[in-house]
């Protein structure tokens, strides 16, 4: 069993590392199962083991994105405790986040890769701090953390020292608002 499991996690890297670099190269509309199999070192018929179609695998793979960014974002509990640093932390990492999201956006892969990427800072932000929650706390954080890549995005190129000046003060007057964690305020 445990060498199924690796053989298993081995075909999921090689299919995730040929799709990354495939996504790269040509639109998803180009990439085909048999180049990501050839690619992965693996059949067809793995593949489909694996994934329903080069879609499923698109998704598969804006969620894995977003799980690497989220986790390697090891200043995320100072989005409650000090929001200014979390703001230019954040700030700093967007240009290596709009790097890893170029391929994504060309494919119209974002929204998945945002939605993902979003629940996965609530998620540990949920688990680092203890909530007083009344139904707020969840569209309050899906709000601000939705807001912080829609002001990026917009500002990264002009001003983004003060998109993350803004941001601290906007975090930090939330604090004051309601359903943040106790444990912040």
């Given amino acids: 069993m445990a060498k199924m499991d690796m053989r298993w996690q081995r075909t999921e890297r090689n299919l995730m590392a ?22 992965a070192d693996i059949n067809k018929a793995t593949f489909y083991l694996h994934y329903r179609d080069v879609y499923d695998l698109a998704g598969a793979y804006a969620r894995r994105e977003a799980d690497e960014v989220a986790n390697g974002m090891d200043y995320l509990e100072a989005f409650f ?4 640093f979390f703001m230019r932390r954040f700030v700093d990492d967007f240009d290596l986040l709009r790097s890893r999201t170029d391929p ?6 974002v929204p998945i890769f945002i939605d993902h990427l979003t629940a996965r800072m609530d998620e540990r932000l949920r688990e680092a701090f203890s909530f007083e929650d009344d139904g707020r706390g969840e569209i309050l954080l899906t709000f601000v953390i939705g807001g ?13 020292q003060k998109a993350a000046e803004v941001g601290g ?17």
């Fill in 18 to 39: 040929a799709f990354g670099e495939a996504l790269a190269a040509r639109p998803i509309d180009k990439i085909s199962v048999t180049a990501l199999a050839k690619a």
């Fill in 81 to 84: 405790s000090d929001p200014a």
């Fill in 104 to 109: 994504l956006a060309a494919n119209d892969l």
């Fill in 148 to 160: 912080f890549f829609a002001t990026m995005a917009r500002y990264i190129d002009s001003d983004k």
């Fill in 169 to 185: 003060h906007l975090l930090t007057a939330m604090k004051a608002y309601g359903p943040l964690p106790l444990d912040a305020r």
